[in-house]
């Protein structure tokens, strides 16, 4: 059956290199050095909108025009990135666009277009409503259109409630002329309070998915305080997002957070990411159900009305600590991310007793009855077999969790999986004892 098959390999912590092949069966206790694992074909997987056949990890923020060389995109791909989000400072004329694109394509990442022009128009045609700025968008993308590289465009970044009537006629021109290329618009998180021009957060959600229906939704929000602590609404955003890209049937994509911020109005400053920092927000996202991985910011910006700090590269060009903490999580996830990625997200599990605000929390999940012990998440998901697994990690980035799952039934033996390595681990009759190291997570199949 060329949909459903079995290979057997010597043991690694690699899947089968096939981009449109999920593998999430290991048998390898039947072996001594060998490993079995069942494989499905991804026919069409609805959360996986870039069609790479494993977990969308991009960046934003390019390099500069005078850093814009085919190694320094050898060195985005090794990094561990699939595709890239065009940055209009950087890529501001359309011969260096093509360029960039020639320098994706030559290493294996996709790359969706950001054009300030673009932005331009979408502000114009909120109040003019002129049909010739959707023409000039469509005529601009002519160029580079059939470009292997060319994934879609990157239209705004965080809009408010106030220009969703404009983005969806630019988006909606955009998937008649192009079909199958990316729309992609990143919102504001529930901290921009001032930004998003709705009532609340709610409605900015509901409004965007009402007036775009969109195949994704993206947004941003940075956790890491300078006190050493977190956001207070930080899975509360998360958790809202994934309810209602759950019941819209559509993946979201989040930003993880890789340098400090300072000055935004009205939200408190934002520390440097250590690497336990930048590991909890990738797993911690994870487990909300994340669809795609997004960093900001892969080179340094410059700094305005805010002030950041250095991204994975200085403005020298060269590597921060940052950019192998990066390059590490991003090889860690690859097994566990290709397996969520098939997974509905069906909500999250919270132990603590000081919990955060989330909007649509879960007690129990499946065989799960309930979780006791340290601060932990529990994301908890659908295979599309039906099966349910539960991705394991601390609720805080520089905190250990152990915590005991305590099953409604006898259950002999569970499949774990650390990073890329996969083993079974027996229950004591209906309970199982995990310990989850900082800026770690397991992910269990019940």
């Not at 850093?67 to 561990?80: A, H, P, S, V, W």
């Not at 998180?189 to 609340?200: E, K, R």
């Not at 440097?272 to 911690?284: G, K, L, Y």
């Amino acid at each position: 059956d060329p949909n459903n098959c079995w290979f057997f390999h010597a043991a690694t912590s690699d899947n089968p290199p096939y981009g449109d092949v999920v593998c999430d069966e290991i048998a390898s206790d039947a072996f001594a050095m060998f490993g079995a694992i069942r494989c499905v074909k991804n026919k069409d997987n609805r959360y996986d909108v870039l069609k790479l056949g494993e977990l969308p990890i991009g960046i934003w923020v390019t390099p500069p025009a005078a850093f814009q060389t085919n190694d320094e995109y050898r060195r985005i791909k090794e990094l561990g990135v699939n595709f890239v989000n065009g940055f209009h400072y950087s890529e501001n004329v359309s011969t260096r666009l093509l360029q960039v694109l020639n320098f994706c394509s030559n290493n294996g990442l996709k790359f969706l277009a950001n054009k300030a022009v673009v932005a331009n128009d979408i502000l114009s045609y909120a109040s003019s409503q002129d049909p010739g700025l959707l023409t000039k968008f469509i005529e601009g993308i002519r160029p580079y259109a059939n470009h292997p590289a060319f994934a879609g465009e990157l239209l705004l970044d965080e809009p408010g409630k106030n220009l969703f009537s404009s983005i969806a006629a630019f988006t909606t021109a955009f998937q008649q002329h192009y079909p199958g290329k990316l729309a992609h618009v990143n919102l504001f998180p529930t901290y921009a309070t001032g930004g998003i021009q709705a009532p609340d957060y709610i409605n900015y959600i509901d409004s965007w998915i009402q007036s775009q229906r969109p195949g994704h939704i993206s947004f941003d929000s940075y956790p890491l305080l300078t006190n050493g602590g977190i956001i207070r609404d930080y899975f509360y955003n998360l958790d809202l997002v994934r309810s209602k890209a759950d019941q819209n049937q559509i993946p979201y994509w989040t930003f993880i957070q890789t340098l400090s911020i300072a000055g935004t109005p009205g939200v408190p400053d934002k520390r440097e990411p250590s690497e336990v920092d930048i590991r909890w927000q990738v797993w911690s996202n994870l487990a909300f159900g994340a669809k795609g991985i997004q960093y900001f910011t892969y080179w340094s910006p410059e700094g305005g009305a805010e002030q950041f700090g250095q991204g994975l590269i200085d403005n020298n060009g060269q590597e921060t600590v940052r950019y192998q903490y990066v390059k590490k999580i991003n090889t860690d996830i690859r097994t566990i991310g290709k397996i969520l990625l098939q997974c509905d997200a069906v909500g999250v599990i919270q132990t603590s007793r000081t919990p955060f605000a989330m909007y649509s929390p879960l007690s129990g999940f499946g065989d799960i009855a309930f979780v006791s012990g340290d601060d932990s998440l529990m994301g908890c998901f659908r295979s599309p077999e039906g099966k349910q697994k539960v991705l394991v990690t601390s609720l805080y980035p520089a905190k250990q969790a152990e915590l005991i799952l305590n099953f409604s039934k006898i259950k002999p033996q569970v499949k774990m999986w650390k990073n890329n390595t996969a083993q079974t681990v027996r229950v004591d009759d209906t309970r199982l004892i995990l310990s989850v190291l900082p800026g770690e997570a397991v992910l269990l199949e019940l």
